[in-house]
């Protein structure tokens, strides 16, 4: 969900915040709660867009988010610190506030690493995120703020915490792959086979662009 440069200029000439939504109104309306990858940082300074591929969201632009019922975010992805540290923690602090769960980073490894659980129908899903990379430089650099896929001891620990809370079902998301092609890489492809080995019940990638192939593995889907 980027909700920044092109996007946010067609949501402003549309007068209406919820419109990069509206055309999925029906699924999105057919769920009990929806959860996403957000890949905009939110600021707080709704005057500063970004230029090239620098992403911020204007803060009345998250409407669209409550309206759709999003209950859960992904924020470990490549344009996390599209605003800087101050930029990450400035959107966590607006998540809370709007009460939109969010994983995959945190003032630390272990926040970052910190499972999200909600439950709905009497149903508890656990969520685990983690990103192939903490900058917009193909994952040369680290920080102590974003989760990476190939961390996968921190992984398991994730897996294991949600097993202890003993949720019905896991979800772990990884933002990774290589842009404008079909097939993961070798790293998606560890990452997802070594979450469900340690438990998961489902993987779920973002980040290529287009969408990539499914694959069936020890009868749990990635």
Not at 81 to 99: A, M, N, Y
Not at 143 to 161: F, G, M, Q, S, Y
């Amino acid at each position: 969900i980027m909700l920044s440069r092109g996007v946010a200029r067609a949501i402003s000439r549309s007068g209406e915040t919820t419109s990069p939504f509206e055309k999925m109104r029906d699924v999105f309306q057919s769920t009990d709660f929806n959860f996403g990858n957000l890949e905009s940082p939110i600021s707080g300074k709704d005057d500063v867009l970004g230029k090239g591929l620098v992403f911020n969201a204007d803060t009345e632009n998250i409407a669209g988010l409550k309206k759709f019922n999003f209950k859960v975010l992904n924020l470990a992805n490549n344009h996390a610190f599209d605003q800087g540290l101050s930029g990450l923690f400035r959107t966590h602090e607006f998540l809370k506030e709007e009460k939109l769960g969010f994983m995959g980073t945190g003032e630390n490894l272990e926040a970052a690493w910190q499972p999200k659980i909600i439950a709905v129908n009497g149903v508890r899903i656990g969520f685990v995120g983690a990103s192939y990379s903490s900058f917009n430089d193909g994952g040369a650099q680290r920080n102590e703020n974003v989760a990476r896929i190939e961390d996968t001891e921190k992984l398991k620990r994730a897996i294991k915490i949600l097993q202890i809370k003993k949720v019905d079902f896991i979800v772990a998301t990884m933002h990774a792959g290589d842009e404008y092609t079909r097939h993961p890489n070798a790293s998606q492809i560890n990452f997802a086979r070594t979450a469900i080995d340690f438990g998961a019940d489902i993987v779920i990638g973002g980040h290529p662009h287009w969408i990539q192939t499914m694959e069936k593995y020890k009868d749990k889907y990635i």
